[in-house]
């Protein structure tokens, strides 16, 4: 079987890797990036550059989109010199953002009238999952579209699961972040009262995160606190972003949210006090303040 001539759009803190990641799996990749330092950057490494989305569709077999918002996959799939003008019947597009599932199926709507797939594939494995291609990707559309292109998923991911039809790769991802709110602020909370009890931190964590209270969040964002290490992994910005797209899908159908909520609130406190730029374990800054300790230096013999 001919191996498929691959197009990424969006060469960000996650797409750069992946598309790294595809050279590395021998893939022939043509890359576009409104910034196009970073599409050069690419280039250097055995990409071929394309001078719009529009372009990638044409020259490609499976175009993969990895931008910030719904609006950014709207405007380079369905926009002026979009991937939809140059698409060609029986490609696929691979939409790996984080957006709004019913935008999804308008979008594949859209595609299917040309006679094109589409997968909403969706990641969780934040920059460092990106870079060692460990990503967890959840796919919605059509299986055996899915097997098509599962040699090109696999090479930025370990797990790929089919979850649906379209949307329901983006309606899992929004779980994903409901999940990982949730376990962020509980985790925040735990340090908090640790600390303020005047227990070592450090000791603390050791002790727990290998029993029935263990998580990654713990395991990875706990220490970094810590540490008072802030870098992204994953933006604050980012994340209020998507816990706006869950937000709004819970209150269409009348399903309450009260954690996440919560934690969408706080988040809003940090990006006031210029926070947005952020990874999200800055989450413990806010319930800091409130209770007059920084964790980091709960320090104990």
């Not at 890359?31 to 071929?48: H, I």
């Not at 040309?114 to 959840?138: F, Y």
């Not at 908090?192 to 070592?200: M, Y």
Request: glycine residues 12%; proline residues 4%.
């Amino acid at each position: 079987m001919e191996r498929e001539q691959v197009g990424f759009i969006g060469l960000g803190i996650m797409g750069l890797p992946m598309t790294r990641n595809l050279l590395k799996a021998g893939f022939q990749v043509v890359v576009y990036n409104r910034t196009a330092s970073k599409a050069a950057q690419m280039v250097a490494e055995g990409a071929q550059m394309a001078g719009s989305p529009k372009e990638v569709a044409q020259k490609s077999s499976v175009i993969i989109t990895m931008v910030s918002d719904t609006p950014d996959v709207e405007s380079v799939i369905l926009g002026k010199n979009g991937v939809i003008d140059g698409v060609r019947p029986e490609s696929v597009v691979i939409d790996m953002s984080t957006i709004s599932p019913q935008a999804t199926q308008v979008v594949a709507a859209r595609l299917n009238e040309k006679g094109v797939h589409m997968l909403d594939a969706p990641v969780s494995g934040g920059e460092q999952g990106a870079i060692a291609g460990t990503l967890s990707i959840m796919v919605g559309g059509d299986a055996g579209v899915l097997e098509r292109c599962r040699p090109v998923l696999e090479a930025m991911g370990k797990s790929i699961i089919h979850v649906g039809t379209n949307g329901m790769g983006q309606t899992v991802k929004l779980m994903n972040q409901i999940l990982v709110v949730g376990n962020l602020n509980a985790v925040v909370e735990a340090l908090v009262f640790a600390g303020k009890s005047g227990v070592d931190l450090e000791k603390a964590i050791a002790a727990v995160k290998d029993g029935a209270a263990g998580s990654w969040q713990l395991a990875n964002l706990g220490p970094r606190m810590l540490k008072r290490d802030f870098r992204p992994g994953f933006m604050v910005d980012l994340m209020q972003k998507d816990l706006n797209l869950v937000t709004k899908a819970g209150d269409a159908m009348k399903v309450p949210l009260p954690v996440t909520s919560l934690v969408h609130q706080m988040y809003y406190s940090l990006q006031a006090a210029g926070e947005g730029k952020s990874g999200t374990q800055a989450l413990v800054k806010v319930l800091e303040l409130i209770a007059g300790i920084e964790v980091g230096q709960t320090k104990h013999t």
